[in-house]
Nanobody
Framework: QVHLVESGGGLVQAGGSLRLSCAAV????????MGWFRQASGKEREFVAA????????WLGDSVKGRFTISKDNVKNLVYLQMNYLRPEDTAAYFC????????????????????WGQGAQVTVSS
């Protein structure tokens, strides 16, 4: 059974940093591309970042470019989202997601591209 478990969320002041981790259990991790999405209260889910199955390619949403980075450890079955220069508008529940794929590129920004989702980690940025 596949499980994705996010950790590392919390409360941080504007301008600070957090690193989210997502641990994957029950899947062949190097066959999966991974994504991060977020959903603020009362808003639609938003694409944040994605990384290819090998980690060789990654993509970021426009609102986080230059501040967030995504990385993948295929030995430890972990994907990370490093968030720097956090803003109050980054406050949201952050979800990791997994998609099995044979290709490096895929429709990474669409939530429907992913088969598995974690339960979410809350990130709150105070002004």
């Amino acid at each position: 059974q596949v499980h994705l478990v996010e950790s590392g969320g919390g409360l941080v002041q504007a301008g600070g940093s957090l690193r989210l981790s997502c641990a994957a259990v029950g899947l062949t991790f190097n066959s999966y591309a991974m994504g991060w999405f977020r959903q603020a209260s009362g808003k639609e889910r938003e694409f944040v970042a994605a990384i290819s199955r090998t980690g060789g390619k990654n993509w970021l949403g426009d609102s986080v470019k230059g501040r967030f980075t995504i990385s993948k450890d295929n030995v430890k079955n972990l994907v990370y989202l490093q968030m720097n220069y956090l803003r109050p508008e980054d406050t949201a529940a952050y979800f990791c997601a997994a998609r099995v794929t044979n290709y490096e590129s895929f429709p990474y920004a669409s939530g429907s591209s992913y088969s598995y989702w974690g339960q979410g980690a809350q990130v709150t940025v105070s002004s």
